[in-house]
C-alpha cells in the first residue's frame, strides 16, 4: 500500500484524536523511548526564554509542556496542523494549563506561511508524512533568523542488521500512518541542502533519527 495522501492524513488522525495520548504511549511496549527522543529534539534546538517556537504538525501539543519550561512565559508557541480534531485536543491542553502564549493554524505545513524571524521550527514523527517535506524544508531555512535552527525527528530504515526487524516496525507503527514506502523521503538530506550547517543522530537501532540544521 502506498503512503497516504493528506486528506488520508486528516481522516486517520480524526479517528484517532479522541486517544491519541493514551495509544502513543504503547511504544515504550516495544522499548520506545518517547518522550526522551522529544527532550532530545528540544533540547538541540538551543532555546530560551522569550523564544518563538513553530512546531510542524504540533498534533495534540505533547511537546508543549516541555517548550513552555524552556521559553517561558514571555516566549510564544506556534502550532500548525492539518487535522482540526488534533488541535481541538492540543487548545484543551493549553486552556487546562492556562497557556497564554500559544497560537494555532489549522492549515497543511506545505501551504502554511512560516513568520520571518523565528528562533527555532521543530517537527516530532510528523513532517515525513507530507509528500511537500522539501518544500517545507527550504521555506524553514529562508524563514528562520540568522543562528536559528530546525529539528526533525523521525523514523528511519536502519542501514544495519536490525534491518530485519522493519516488518515488525511498520506493523506496530502502521496504526500512525507509517508505510514502508516513507523510507524513501530522506529528510535529513533535505536539511543538509537547505542549512549551512547540519547534524545527524541516529537511535533506536537505527529506526530512529535526529537531524538538527543551523542557519549561518
Known sequence: M???SPKEVVDLYRKR????????????????????????????LDI?????????????????????????????IIGVDITDKMLEKAKERVKKNDWKNVEFFHDDVAQYNIPEGVDAVFS????????????????????LRKGGRIAILDFKMPNNYMRFLAPLMILVTRPFGVRKELQYRHLWESVERYFQKSSLREMYGGFVYLSVGIKD
Open 2 to 4: 502506498s503512503v497516504l
Open 17 to 44: 484524536a479522541k486517544n491519541y495520548d493514551l495509544t502513543a504511549n504503547l511504544y515504550y511496549l516495544i522499548g520506545f523511548r518517547l518522550h526522551h527522543y522529544r527532550v532530545l529534539t528540544i533540547d538541540s
Open 48 to 76: 530560551k526564554k522569550g523564544d518563538t517556537v513553530l512546531e510542524l504538525g504540533c498534533g495534540t501539543g505533547l511537546n508543549f509542556p516541555l517548550l513552555q519550561q524552556k521559553i517561558g512565559k514571555e516566549g510564544k
Open 124 to 143: 516530532t514523527f510528523a513532517l515525513t508524512l507530507s509528500p511537500d517535506y522539501d518544500k517545507v524544508i527550504k521555506n524553514c531555512s529562508e524563514s
